[in-house]
């Protein structure tokens, strides 16, 4: 698909395809997996103090159970509660008690806890107990823990050795979804031939098929099988028995619309965007593929109709910063060219005024992690600028600077001078760090800007040689 001269040089960048994991396709170069790492194991290491500590100053009281089961329904009603800590802070208390009984059931819900938020080294203690007992179904099931949790760090190959071997002890929905699991680490590692076995095992009526069959899409368009990919995607959006979240189906949509515009199908293209809702989370992207495929038809009142739309928009993602630069674009299509003059001028003031506004947060917002929010734990927010974290970092560490944020309180009330101070240590190499990523992101944006400003320049002087030549 040639939009020359308009390039549109990350029209697909926003396309990330996962199943709701952060999972990062590219490690951005300011901030090195070693540092991540070491970072992690200063976290596992203070994590475990802190947990330690509240054993001793009891700031949740010093309660007792007698049972797993007793103790399983009040750790769950404390998750429900958003009250992980005080049920860690339990475990802990309780530890001796669940060594004991690690043949029940109830310890898959503590491993849970545990690994959800990184609280390591209790995990490690449990699970030595569990693997001393040598019960295949009980370590198949902590297993499929560990590998949700390595899945989350993008440890793709520690991922897979967790699965190995233990779908078969898994209940059903639980062993699907380790099929998928082992699918999408295969994938990272570029095994996209291989993912495919896993994927095609998952039975139609799991509710992880239609995540299954995105991803097998993906294989598919990344080995040139655009044609395959597209028949999967029909299939399962023709098949009203298997339900699907209004979410996955836009998802769907938005897939196969990028697929066939990069084949030149664009009525077929234009419908599948046009089947995304207008308030899901892909509308401004639908609305940039409407946009491109209407111009490609040469329906370009309809493009101008759906650049408009993005235009109006009150965010910063680059769909929207693209539409300025289509815009001016689809006037020269027209032969508008004092609109389209007019248009690339304007286009070029927005990228000098946006890349304006990003390089002060450079300087002013980015320079407190207070001003970062995270979304999802897998993007950030910025000065109202909407940053894709995930496609270049694990969501591990967002969710370890979320923990510390949450414990932050408890230890600054009840911890010990030294746990403060190491604590205190840990959350700012911390929010160094995330400064640093957010920096760098918002870097990769002003770069993204710069390109757009530059062919706006372009279509300037496109304009004014053809205006020339015409005399």
Excluded: C
């Amino acid at each position: 698909m040639d939009f020359s001269p308009l390039r549109l040089p990350i029209l697909l960048s926003g396309l990330v395809i996962s199943v709701g994991i952060a999972m990062p396709v590219a490690q951005a170069k300011t901030v090195s997996n070693d540092e991540l790492k070491q970072l992690e194991e200063r976290f596992r290491a203070v994590s475990s103090a802190v947990y330690t500590d509240f054993t001793h100053t009891r700031p949740f009281g010093n309660t007792r159970y007698k049972t797993l089961t007793e103790l399983e329904q009040t750790i769950s009603q404390l998750v429900e509660q958003g009250k992980h800590i005080q049920a860690i802070d339990i475990v802990k208390r309780n530890l001796n008690m669940i060594k004991q009984g690690v043949d029940n059931r109830a310890i898959f819900t503590i491993f849970d806890l545990l690994l959800t938020h990184n609280e390591w080294q209790t995990a490690e203690t449990l699970l030595k107990e569990v693997e001393d007992v040598g019960d295949k179904s009980l370590s198949a099931n902590v297993y499929f823990n560990y590998a949700k949790y390595y899945m989350s760090r993008g440890e793709w190959k520690k991922a897979l050795n967790n699965l190995r071997g233990i779908k078969d002890d898994l209940q059903t929905e639980d062993a699907n979804y380790a099929l998928l699991l082992q699918g999408i680490s295969l994938q990272r590692l570029k095994d996209h031939r291989g993912s495919l076995k896993f994927y095609n095992a998952i039975p139609a009526t799991s509710k992880y098929h239609p995540h299954a069959t995105l991803n097998i899409a993906v294989a598919y368009i990344r080995q040139g099988w655009w044609t395959d990919a597209k028949i999967a995607i029909d299939k399962i959006l023709d098949d009203h028995r298997i339900k699907i979240t209004d979410e996955m189906t836009n998802r769907l949509y938005l897939v196969t619309g990028y697929s066939l515009l990069q084949q030149g199908y664009y009525r077929n293209s234009r419908q599948a965007f046009r089947n995304i809702d207008v308030d899901s989370h892909y509308a401004n992207r639908a609305l940039l593929g409407i946009a491109l495929t209407a111009s490609n038809q040469e329906d370009y009142v309809g493009a101008l109709n759906a650049i408009n739309i993005l235009r109006q928009k009150k965010t910063f993602d680059l769909s929207v910063d693209e539409a300025n630069l289509l815009l001016p674009y689809t006037y020269e299509k027209l032969s508008q060219n004092l609109t389209a003059s007019k248009g690339y001028s304007e286009a070029l003031a927005f990228y000098q005024k946006r890349v304006g506004e990003l390089t002060s947060l450079l300087v002013s917002s980015t320079s407190n992690a207070g001003n970062i929010k995270i979304v999802r734990n897998n993007s950030l927010e910025i000065g109202n600028n909407h940053i894709d974290y995930a496609r270049y970092y694990p969501a591990s560490f967002l969710q370890n600077h979320t923990e510390l944020k949450a414990l932050q309180p408890h230890v600054e009330r009840y911890g010990s001078s030294n746990l403060k101070n190491r604590f205190n240590s840990l959350l700012a190499q911390h929010n160094a760090t995330l400064i640093k990523i957010a920096r760098n992101l918002v870097n990769i944006r002003i770069e993204h800007l710069n390109s757009y400003m530059s062919q706006s320049r372009f279509g300037l002087a496109r304009l004014y040689d053809n205006s020339v030549a015409t005399k």
